[in-house]
């Protein structure tokens, strides 16, 4: 593909074919004079590169389309009543489907305890949410590597007052492709993620990160829940440049 389209790209250069010869003494010539099926050949050429040239551009304005994807984090149906009932959302936008991902996460509902706790989040494989989370499956793995190399390791997150509120950007998963989490779960987790360091087999699987509490299916979204949280956070900053000021 790439050779011919350098040939394209050096044709369309040309623009015609009339050249001049290196050699001043001669004068150019018109090649559609002296090889008419050459010339022919040559602007049937240069139309067909065009065409994939607009085609590719195309192509590009495409891949520059922003996805956006929501997913609403519920309580695992299978979940003891003795355990907390986590709720929120969890957001995703990609510029493109070739750029990392960046991600709101906004949970509530965890223990009010003193110090602030840490608990995983990651992406599983099956959007199933019949059996609670448990139907969700291990962590989705489409390239068959260890924990934490999973695309959706999104790791441990701190949780004040019971709550969890982070941006996180630079994530290497999609929402496009082969490998996109759309129609994936997000789970999160009672525990810490021992990010593959915890010496089992579980570590290199799941990283030991204990009960499912909550989960949610991805699902593609418009940009306004998104809009609505970066209004959200603005507001936050502000809040705080007040209180530090
Ligand atoms: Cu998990
Ligand atoms: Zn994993």
Redesign the pocket.
């Given at each position: 593909m790439l050779p011919f389209l350098f040939c394209g790209m050096l044709l369309a250069a040309l623009g015609s074919v009339t050249w001049t010869l290196p050699n001043p003494e001669e004068s150019s010539f018109d090649l559609a004079e002296i090889r008419p099926d050459l010339a022919e050949k040559i602007n049937e050429t240069h139309a067909k590169v065009l065409e994939i040239w607009m085609e590719l551009r195309r192509l590009r304005e495409v891949d520059a389309t922003e996805m956006y994807a929501i997913c609403q984090v519920q309580p695992s149906a299978s979940l003891a009543t003795d355990q907390p009932r986590v709720t929120g959302l969890v957001l995703f936008k990609q510029l493109s489907p070739s750029s990392r991902l960046e991600a709101f996460f906004d949970l509530e509902g965890f223990p009010a305890e003193p110090n602030a706790s840490s608990r995983?989040?990651?992406v599983?494989q099956f959007g199933d949410l019949s059996q609670g989370c448990e139907s969700t499956g291990p962590?989705y793995n489409p390239t068959s590597v260890q924990h934490p190399r999973h695309p959706g390791d999104f790791g441990n997150f701190m949780v004040r007052d019971g709550r969890l509120w982070k941006h996180r950007t630079g994530l290497n998963v999609s929402l496009a492709g082969p490998h996109s989490i759309l129609g994936r779960a997000v789970?999160v987790?009672a525990g810490e993620d021992d990010m593959g360091r915890g010496g089992n087999q579980a570590s290199l699987e799941?990283?030991n990160?204990g009960r499912?509490l909550a989960c949610c299916v991805v699902g593609s979204s418009s940009s306004a829940a998104w809009e609505r949280q970066v209004q959200e956070r603005k507001k936050r900053r502000q809040e705080r440049e007040c209180k530090t000021t």
């Open positions: 995983a989040i990651h599983h962590h789970v987790h799941n990283g990160a499912r």
